[in-house]
């Protein structure tokens, strides 16, 4: 099992908790998030993990150094931001597998990662979200999922502020390495914005249902509430 981990971001709305280190670095019950993220893949069976690094990268790599808990570390160096599409972009070529797990250095979705990637196998298709249900999708945007035969798919991605109870996407994807990529993109783009998007119909990823534990940690809120909340994960 590979993993990508995107743990460049500069975490503006967080700037007041952060001071001298990358949002993924965040402190959480004394921790830094991205241990707990580490300690999450650990648990799954991730036998390499693929960093994403850019802004303050000397933080998360003076802690880490070229390994954690005996998985093997890949530094993939963002120079100047790549947006999350430039970054997956980027890291895929470093990875080894046919395909690897994606997911956001600032969010801790509890979900089996190695079911995940079955499920993604056994599908055939290029790309897999997990969307997970939460309580207020006000924040995020909804997806809109739709079952032919046995299998369901996510068919489209509705505006951020439709408030009340929904599916979302989570921010954890299983991609292959040899992904179609648009061939119109800048080095940095959004994968979100200018690949799933507008690419959705084409793409036709597959909808990996969580209803599991969630959290960003985006803003001040949710960061007070990981550290009560995972501190023993």
Excluded at 47 to 54: E, I, K, P, R, Y
Excluded at 106 to 118: E, I, K, R
Excluded at 122 to 149: K, P, W
Excluded at 154 to 178: C, D, H, M, P
């Amino acid at each position: 099992m590979e993993a990508i981990v995107l743990a460049g971001g500069l975490g503006t709305r967080l700037s007041s908790r952060l001071v001298d280190r990358p949002k993924s670095m965040a402190l959480v019950a004394g921790r830094p998030f991205l241990e707990i993220l580490l300690d999450r893949l650990v648990k799954s069976g991730c036998t390499h993990v693929l960093l994403s690094v850019g802004h303050l990268r000397s933080v998360i790599t003076d802690a880490f150094g070229d390994s954690y808990r005996g998985i093997p570390i890949t530094y993939v160096v963002e120079e100047t931001p790549l947006g999350t599409g430039g970054a997956i972009r980027k890291a895929l070529d470093f990875g080894r597998e046919d395909c690897c797990l994606v997911l956001n250095g600032d969010t801790y979705v509890d979900l089996d990662s190695a079911a995940l990637l079955g499920f993604h196998r056994a599908g055939h298709s290029a790309i897999t979200l997990a969307v997970a249900q939460v309580a207020d999708s006000g924040r995020y945007g909804r997806v809109r999922i739709e079952e032919e035969g046995n299998t369901e798919y996510v068919t489209g991605f509705e505006e951020k502020g439709q408030s009340g109870e929904g599916w979302i996407n989570a921010g954890v994807y299983a991609l292959n390495r040899e992904f179609p990529w648009p061939g119109e993109l800048t080095e940095r783009f959004s994968f979100e914005n200018d690949v799933l998007v507008p690419g959705v119909e084409s793409l036709r990823p597959l909808a990996f249902r969580h209803s599991g534990y969630f959290l960003d940690i985006g803003v001040p809120a949710d960061l007070d509430r990981a550290a009560s909340e995972l501190a023993d994960r």
